[in-house]
């Protein structure tokens, strides 16, 4: 994980694998901060969706036994919503690098659409 100082806050970048081994330990909430569209088609088996067109970080819990880590397609739209976490004075929060996109790409499960139904189905991808 990396960590960058914003006006005395913390930001925090995980990987996917970071997130991943977190969430299996139920010690982070992930939040998708992508459209309900996006979400319907695919997700992470347990991110919340908060959509970043009506996301509001006062909202958010600000104190949790659990770290809040938010994610979108590929980092930057999560990044904005953790930048926008900090300027509403989370003196913490976390996003994940590359979004959905490096979910997909390092072989992570999660909940995809069966083509030929178009009910959910849990995939389970390899690297």
């Known amino acids: ?17 970071e997130v991943a081994d977190a969430l299996a330990k139920r010690e982070i909430l992930l939040i998708d901060v992508r459209s309900p569209q996006e979400f319907m088609i695919d997700h992470i088996e347990g991110a919340v969706l908060s959509p970043i067109a009506f996301f509001d970080a006062t909202h958010l819990p600000k104190e949790t036994d659990r770290r809040i880590v938010l ?9 904005k919503a953790a930048i926008a976490c900090l300027e509403a004075g989370f003196g913490k929060i976390a996003h994940m690098e590359g979004g959905m996109a490096a979910w997909k790409q390092g072989g992570l499960p999660y909940v995809g659409t069966d083509m030929a139904s178009g009910a959910p189905k849990r995939m389970n991808i390899s690297a």
Request: proline fraction near 0%.
């Open 1 to 17: 994980m990396k960590s960058e100082d914003i006006n005395g806050r913390t930001l925090e970048t995980w990987t996917a694998a």
């Open 71 to 79: 994610h979108c397609g590929s980092g930057v739209r999560s990044e």
